[in-house]
């Protein structure tokens, strides 16, 4: 093998990070966990809540008296759902961190650094 020039070599440094930065959007895209169905299902939840104890008071104020273990399991169960999003979310982020903490960790010698500074 012959001697790899100067040139040759930030080249081959700057085509290696370009292919690093590739690898890790698409990694990045890969175990990206979209927020929005997360969001509307909160806002569902919110919207239903709001809903029902209109709907509660209006039946109070009509009949005189509120089906309060109808009332109790409805709370009940948003306060679960809400919990488990939560949980599931806080999950996540906290494998995300580990995950991306051990990937810098696995890097080759070769392989050039962030803090290198490429002339040229």
């Not at 709370?75 to 999950?91: C, D, P, T, Y």
Request: net charge positive; glycine share 6%; hydrophobic share 35%.
């Amino acid at each position: 093998m012959r001697p790899i020039s100067k040139k040759e070599r930030r080249r081959r440094i700057r085509h290696q990070r370009k292919m690093y930065r590739i690898e890790e959007r698409a990694a990045k895209q890969k175990n990206k966990v979209s927020g929005r169905f997360m969001n509307r299902v909160v806002i569902c939840m919110i919207l239903a809540a709001f809903i029902f104890t209109v709907t509660m008071i209006i039946v109070f104020v009509r009949v005189g008296s509120e089906p309060s273990t109808l009332i109790e399991n409805v709370f009940r169960f948003l306060s679960v759902e809400g919990g488990a999003m939560a949980l599931i979310k806080s999950v996540k982020t906290v494998t995300k961190r580990k995950s991306s903490g051990t990937d810098k960790e696995t890097r080759h010698e070769d392989e050039p650094g962030h803090h290198e500074e490429v002339q040229g």
